[in-house]
Each structure stands twice: as structure tokens, then as C-alpha cells.
């Protein structure tokens, strides 16, 4: 087993070890010296003449790099007279298309979510004008979408803001 950790670097590029460059962010290195170690990686994945290859190894060292630098510096570093592969570019990406739908289904379950307590709490006010901040509370804590769908379709049933606050504990 491999402790990338514990490699110096240097030798990825003492022995030419094209296909490790995008491995190097990980390896042991100093903190002020990380920025011109990943500058030369890149100036080295630029000379890879494969082109397919040369875009791994750009997208590789981007995502590997994000786990040590900030997303300023690896734009920063990336931009430098244009010879490295545009951030934009990286949409193309199979890796990143799988990160961007993760992204977008979590914000719609999460819209979903914060719509569904909204319109519960706005029936529950027309229902039951003088509304606790307790009950507000314990509704925004609710996650479970299936059971918010449920609450608005059981707020009829519930007689009063003291049944409303019991079933809210106990659900």
C-alpha cells in the first residue's frame, strides 16, 4: 500500500511519473511551497501531448487539489496565461455533470422541503390564528418531506393548537 501522504513528491517528477501528477497535492509537502509544486504540475501536465490525457490530468489535479487549496488559488493558478484547461471546461466532465445533478437534486428536495413547511404553516395560521413559536419551531426541524405532506393533509382533522403541539411531539 501506497501512503501518498508520506511520498516526497520530488520524485514524481524526478522519474517523469506523468500518470502521479494529479497525486502530487496530496503528497508531502511544505504549505509555502504547495502553490509552485502545483504550478509545475500543471506546466507539466500541459506538455502531454495526448490531449484526452493532458484534460485528465488537468481535471484530476483540480479535484485533487481543491483538498489542499482553496478555490481561489486553484482559479488563480489555472488562469495563468491561459495554458491551462478553463474552469468552465470542466463542466464537460463526467465527474462534475455527477457532482452538478447531486447538487441540483439536493436543492430541490431541500426547496421542496422549506415550500411544504411553509404552506403548513400558513394553513395552521389560517386555522388557528394565535400560533406558538413552538409549533413553528418543531415544523421547521421536521426533514421528512412525506411527513410534512402528511401534517398539511391532517391539519383539518386536528381540533386545536394544543392536539396541534401533541401530535407534534409524538409523531
Not at 426547496?111 to 411553509?118: D, E, K, M, P, T
Not at 389560517?126 to 421536521?142: G, H, L, Q
Amino acid at each position: 500500500m501506497v501512503k501518498l501522504w508520506e511520498m516526497d513528491y520530488r520524485e514524481v517528477f524526478e522519474r517523469g511519473w506523468t500518470g502521479l501528477l494529479a497525486f502530487v497535492p496530496l503528497m508531502k509537502l511544505e504549505t509555502e511551497e504547495a502553490p509552485d509544486v502545483l504550478r509545475r504540475c500543471l506546466e507539466q501536465a500541459a506538455q502531454v501531448e495526448d490531449e484526452q490525457l493532458r484534460r485528465d490530468l488537468f481535471s484530476h489535479l483540480i479535484v485533487l487539489g481543491g483538498l489542499r487549496f482553496s478555490r481561489e488559488q486553484l482559479l488563480e493558478l489555472l488562469g495563468r496565461e491561459g495554458m491551462f484547461i478553463a474552469p468552465e471546461k470542466l463542466r464537460d466532465s463526467s465527474i462534475v455533470q455527477m457532482w452538478i445533478e447531486e447538487g441540483l437534486q439536493q436543492g430541490l428536495q431541500e426547496g421542496q422541503r422549506v415550500a411544504l413547511q411553509n404552506a403548513l404553516l400558513a394553513h395552521i395560521r389560517k386555522r388557528f390564528s394565535d400560533v406558538p413559536a413552538t409549533v413553528e419551531a418543531r415544523i421547521r426541524e421536521i426533514q421528512d418531506v412525506d411527513r410534512l405532506n402528511q401534517l398539511l393533509l391532517d391539519v383539518d382533522d386536528i381540533p386545536d393548537v394544543v392536539q396541534l403541539e401533541r401530535r407534534l411531539s409524538g409523531d
